[in-house]
């Protein structure tokens, strides 16, 4: 459950009466008052029509396109892709309140919170020293400034992304020494080694440093480049500590934020890593992140989801070749993203390639196929379709990509793009895709009366839930026919569901005001339920004479369903039963369930 994280309710009710949604959801997207509604473009996903609605008097939004709601606090949580507490700080700044560290869930976490301030404080104060570094005019400088100027970025480009450079493995320890830091902390934030004597060193000794920077402008670790050849890796990143988490973190995600907050973003570049990220970011393309050479992960892809719905998969030119599976890019795929990937001429980065002008990069963009479609290219370019056997291994691969297409329309389209590439007739290509489908279709299918009832159950199911779905949104919302009705004449079977009906049942005992905003304390952050019964509280669909009555409807088909549930629970205990006496009893009670179903 969500609830208020261990902090004390006083403080939470002070920080939400003392930071309106209406206000903070204006200072990041524009607000449009319609009779009692704010109403907006969604912030979380794309679209053209408003639908993300915010309501003032209960103190909660919702939008009707994507189903995201929530209160003050989830909205900032959201939009600054922060955790609970990094919201409560954010509101609690706002409102110039103390936020109460001693009524943390225990004394462990505000322990937690002091030895994370300290870690960024050392994050911050190293990529200072770094930076100065750069600019300090000491020889050991002078290869870190020419191999920027090597690769053409500007002094403009180099503060803004904050590069600078380690001139030995010592400077720093002794920097940060006389700040106070203790120890520890320095060895846990990872800007610091240890040799076998027990010596510090800096960690990221004589390499260029390249600050990794959080969607709130904290340092919290540093990627290094070796400028010489070395039998050590020549890129380095900062081990993960309480601050970095490298399958959590995108590379260049504030200054996204920062984009996003002056334009609409219509979608993201994705590449591997720092310089291909800087090089196109000073070419003029903004909207670049890297995963830093990582394997793609479900964070990082809901984290640039709050972006963009758009991915552009930019990688080197050996990225077919290399990872013709692509199965990093499906996570992309199961966030809902639209995943395109940009095809790159051989042996060439995007670096490389925008160094050309940015009209050469932009027409690479501009390739950019759909997933399925690179699957295929990728394939393509690891068999030679001039010889025989290639040709089929290609085909017989290729056909498993064309199957997986969710429309008929895109298996017709791509299964033309093989006939082109292979000279194999379309007909000949479809009659093998048919033939491949059948030998991969599950023999054991349900007999046609089985289907029936399972496709009759799981309709019974689906009724009852919306049916439970509109009661609940009725009395949420304070529709006049559903006053008079007592929740507690209902049993629910789903969790979440149960938990709305006991807070009316609450409120309504109490004489208290409904408010919906509550909830948001009270269930999961991402429940699915609640933004179900969220969605019928919408133009007009709780009011009217056909609400009332389908209301009323409601009601009788799920009590009409408890009757029956009762009833096949009677019927299976009398066919248990043995003792006649107590047949007889079970069948009282079958007859006088019957009479009242």
């Known amino acids: 459950m969500s609830g208020s994280r261990g902090l004390d309710f006083r403080f939470m009710q002070e920080l939400k009466q003392k930071n309106d949604i209406i206000e903070v959801i204006a200072s990041y997207v524009a607000l449009d008052k319609k009779g009692n509604t704010h109403w907006a473009c969604c912030p979380f996903h794309h679209e053209k029509t408003p639908s993300f609605a915010v309501n003032q008097a209960d103190q909660f939004y919702h939008c009707f396109g994507c189903g995201v709601s929530g209160d003050v606090v989830k909205f900032v949580q959201e939009i600054e892709s922060t955790d609970f507490m990094g919201a409560v700080r954010i509101l609690a700044g706002r409102a110039k309140m103390a936020v109460p560290e001693s009524n943390f869930d225990t004394e462990k976490a505000a322990e937690m919170k002091k030895k994370r301030d300290q870690m960024s404080a050392i994050m911050l104060d190293s990529a200072r020293f770094y930076l100065s570094n750069l600019y300090s005019g000491d020889d050991r400088a002078q290869a870190h400034l020419a191999y920027i100027q090597n690769r053409k970025l500007s002094p403009t480009t180099v503060k803004k992304f904050g590069l600078g450079a380690s001139l030995d493995f010592y400077g720093l320890p002794d920097y940060l020494a006389g700040k106070g830091y203790s120890r520890q902390n320095l060895l846990d934030c990872g800007v610091l080694g240890e040799t076998k004597n027990g010596k510090l060193i800096d960690a990221q000794g004589g390499r260029l440093i390249f600050p990794i920077i959080n969607a709130f402008d904290e340092v919290v670790a540093f990627g290094g480049r070796l400028l010489e050849k070395s039998d050590f890796a020549k890129y380095k990143n900062?081990?993960?500590?309480?601050?970095?988490?490298?399958?959590?973190?995108?590379?260049?995600?504030?200054?996204?934020?920062?984009?996003?907050?002056?334009?609409?973003?219509?979608?993201?570049?994705?590449?591997?890593?720092?310089?291909?990220?800087?090089?196109?970011?000073?070419?003029?393309?903004?909207?670049?992140?890297?995963?830093?050479?990582?394997?793609?992960?479900?964070?990082?892809?809901?984290?640039?989801?709050?972006?963009?719905?758009?991915?552009?998969?930019?990688?080197?030119?050996?990225?077919?070749?290399?990872?013709?599976?692509?199965?990093?890019?499906?996570?992309?795929?199961?966030?809902?993203?639209?995943?395109?990937?940009?095809?790159?001429?051989?042996?060439?980065?995007?670096?490389?390639?925008?160094?050309?002008?940015?009209?050469?990069?932009?027409?690479?963009?501009?390739?950019?196929?759909?997933?399925?479609?690179?699957?295929?290219?990728?394939?393509?370019?690891?068999?030679?379709?001039?010889?025989?056997?290639?040709?089929?291994?290609?085909?017989?691969?290729?056909?498993?990509?064309?199957?997986?297409?969710?429309?008929?329309?895109?298996?017709?389209?791509?299964?033309?793009?093989?006939?082109?590439?292979?000279?194999?007739?379309?007909?000949?290509?479809?009659?093998?895709?048919?033939?491949?489908?059948?030998?991969?279709?599950?023999?054991?299918?349900?007999?046609?009366?089985?289907?029936?009832?399972?496709?009759?159950?799981?309709?019974?199911?689906?009724?009852?839930?919306?049916?439970?779905?509109?009661?609940?949104?009725?009395?949420?919302?304070?529709?006049?026919?559903?006053?008079?009705?007592?929740?507690?004449?209902?049993?629910?079977?789903?969790?979440?569901?149960?938990?709305?009906?006991?807070?009316?049942?609450?409120?309504?005992?109490?004489?208290?005001?409904?408010?919906?905003?509550?909830?948001?304390?009270m269930l999961d952050e991402d429940d699915s339920e609640l933004s179900a019964i969220f969605d019928l509280n919408y133009e007009d669909k709780l009011s009217g004479e056909i609400a009332a009555r389908f209301f009323s409807d409601s009601v009788r088909s799920i009590q009409r369903a408890e009757k029956e549930k009762t009833l096949a629970r009677l019927n299976e205990e009398y066919a248990n039963e043995t003792n006649e006496e107590k047949r007889k009893e079970i069948a009282k009670k079958i007859a006088n369930c019957v009479r009242k179903k």
Do not use: W
């Open 238 to 521: 900062t081990k993960e500590t309480l601050l970095f988490n490298k399958s959590k973190t995108l590379y260049n995600i504030n200054l996204l934020k920062k984009l996003k907050r002056k334009q609409p973003i219509q979608n993201v570049i994705m590449v591997e890593g720092y310089m291909d990220t800087i090089s196109l970011y000073q070419a003029g393309f903004e909207n670049v992140v890297a995963s830093m050479g990582t394997s793609l992960t479900k964070e990082q892809a809901r984290l640039v989801k709050r972006y963009s719905d758009t991915v552009l998969i930019s990688y080197d030119g050996d990225f077919a070749g290399q990872k013709a599976d692509l199965r990093g890019l499906e996570i992309l795929n199961d966030e809902h993203l639209t995943v395109r990937v940009v095809p790159m001429p051989d042996g060439l980065d995007p670096d490389d390639v925008v160094k050309k002008g940015k009209d050469e990069y932009q027409k690479c963009l501009d390739a950019a196929m759909p997933l399925i479609d690179y699957k295929i290219h990728a394939l393509e370019r690891k068999y030679d379709l001039s010889a025989t056997e290639d040709k089929r291994k290609f085909v017989a691969g290729a056909l498993k990509v064309v199957a997986s297409a969710d429309s008929e329309s895109v298996k017709e389209e791509l299964l033309k793009k093989l006939r082109d590439k292979t000279g194999i007739s379309y007909h000949a290509l479809e009659r093998d895709l048919q033939r491949a489908a059948k030998d991969t279709a599950v023999d054991d299918t349900p007999t046609e009366p089985l289907q029936n009832k399972i496709a009759e159950v799981a309709s019974g199911a689906a009724q009852t839930v919306k049916a439970v779905r509109f009661i609940l949104a009725a009395k949420l919302f304070n529709a006049a026919y559903a006053k008079a009705f007592d929740v507690n004449g209902l049993s629910f079977s789903e969790q979440s569901h149960r938990v709305i009906a006991d807070y009316i049942a609450k409120q309504e005992s109490s004489g208290e005001r409904i408010r919906p905003s509550e909830l948001f304390e």
